[in-house]
């Protein structure tokens, strides 16, 4: 049995984080590969040690002084060092990354020097190996990420490591130069890794207790989701819900390797647990609930619309031309509405509405500005009774108008349509009525 076990910047922001985590990693010893991310903030208004470094080498590129920035961020290690009473001096690694700032090897070689360094000090903190990554992670020339390479280098090599520590968020390119992935990539990393030795469980651990069934910041302590699928966790990604970088779910998944949530600061709590599949019912019908504010709607309208073969398609091909993707297209028999992005669609209406004029000759076009879009996903929903009617009763209750829905083909989700202004109590009723009153 092995496990993989990643910890985000805040659970290694101080030393103090870094004996917690040292006590999560020695209480099992099946967390044999660990995946630090760099140190993130101790407190709400500190900084990131990625973002000092991308400020940092900024500063280098303008040609500017930069040596004050980068002793600050040598301060950040060398705290936690002396924190954790370790006997290492990161002081030639940092001329290493100073004589590199000045020859300006790049800003993504910049950011990725967070997690090797941490890297360093967590393997040494372990007595773990420490892999560069840059020697096991690749990227290919267009700088996609080079499962195959990876996979076979990185597990071959671990397959010879009984302990290790693999730092996160980046690797090499094909020229030996370093590539990081987006931000928050050290989850891709951690899956990665997970996926390379065949582990039974890819622990991600955090500063929340898994993953909530709504935002904390519209709901009051809201309940933490038990068990999730990759689909369920997709939908609700996507409509906002953060805890996990995307990508990290493709190399598991793939594997059929769960993903287990934790928490640094409760490692009592079990957290969430992300699976391909499960016969285990959410504790409610629905699973969680998310959204996003910022939609606009088109309303298309024609008479006998219904009948004319391709109006659907000449509509599209208008936001299409205008490189504008739609996320809902509900219809009516002589309407039609196409659901955009606000921010996306604003500077280009005017082409899309001529476009649409000119393509597929409506009677009226309408927009409707300031909209949200709430999904409501759960796997239970498929075989409960009633779950639309609830939601919408619920709604009603809470004299919020609904301008549209959308159930997906596979039941796993029901999206709703409402003003930004009615977003926040919207998702307080639909909360309310599954979690509050436990139907
Ligand atoms: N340190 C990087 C970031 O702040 C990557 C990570 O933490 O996953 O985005």
């Given at each position: 049995m092995s496990k993989v076990v990643k910890f985000g910047g805040s659970s290694l922001a101080s030393a103090e984080q870094f004996k917690k985590v040292g006590n999560i990693i020695r209480a099992d010893k099946e967390r044999k590969y660990v995946v630090p991310s760099a140190p993130g903030k101790r407190f709400k208004e500190d900084t990131k040690v990625t973002d000092m470094l991308y400020d940092c080498y900024r500063l280098a590129e303008e040609g500017k002084d930069f040596h004050e920035d980068l002793k600050a961020i040598r301060e950040r290690y060398d705290e936690i060092i002396e924190g954790l009473g370790l006997k290492l001096d990161l002081g030639a690694e940092f001329d290493v990354i100073a004589k590199n700032f000045q020859e300006k090897a790049g800003s993504n070689y910049a950011a990725s020097r967070g997690e090797y360094l941490n890297g360093i000090v967590m393997a040494k903190y372990l007595g773990y190996e420490f892999i560069d990554a840059a020697t096991v992670i690749f990227f290919d020339e267009e700088g996609n990420f080079d499962a195959d390479k990876t996979n076979g280098i990185l597990s071959e090599r671990l397959s010879k490591c009984k302990n290790a520590v693999v730092p996160g968020f980046y690797g090499a390119m094909p020229d030996g130069s370093v590539k990081t992935f987006s931000r928050g990539g050290s989850d891709v990393t951690g899956s990665i890794v997970a996926k390379a030795v065949k582990a039974d469980v890819y622990e991600n651990w955090t500063d929340?207790?898994?993953?909530?069934?709504?935002?904390p910041r519209i709901i009051k302590n809201p309940e933490s989701i038990e068990t999730i699928t990759y689909r369920e966790l997709r939908e609700l990604s996507y409509m906002g819900a953060t805890v996990l970088h995307e990508d990290a779910i493709f190399p598991v998944r793939q594997e059929g390797i769960p993903i287990n949530i934790r928490n640094t600061n409760a490692p009592e709590d079990s957290g969430t647990w992300i699976v391909g599949s499960t016969c285990q019912k959410s504790k409610y019908v629905i699973t969680g609930i998310a959204g996003k504010k910022g939609f606009c709607a088109i309303n298309i309208e024609k008479d006998m619309m219904n009948s004319e073969i391709g109006f659907g398609r000449k509509v599209l091909q208008a936001f299409e031309e205008n490189e504008i993707s739609f996320e809902h297209v509900p219809s009516g028999i002589d309407t039609m509405t196409v659901f955009v992005h606000q921010d996306e669609f604003m500077h280009k209406e005017q082409k899309v509405v001529a476009g649409i004029h000119r393509l597929a000759n409506p009677d009226s076009i309408d927009i409707e500005a300031d909209l949200a879009l709430i999904a409501v996903v759960g796997r239970g929903m498929k075989s409960a009774r009633g779950t639309a009617g609830r939601i919408f009763s619920a709604l009603a209750h809470s004299k919020i108008n609904v301008k549209m829905i959308d159930q997906g083909s596979s039941e796993l989700n029901i999206i709703i349509g409402v003003a930004n202004a009615d977003f926040e109590d919207a998702i307080k009723a639909i909360y309310d009525i599954f979690v509050m009153t436990k139907l």
């Open positions: 929340v207790s898994g993953f909530l069934i709504a935002d």
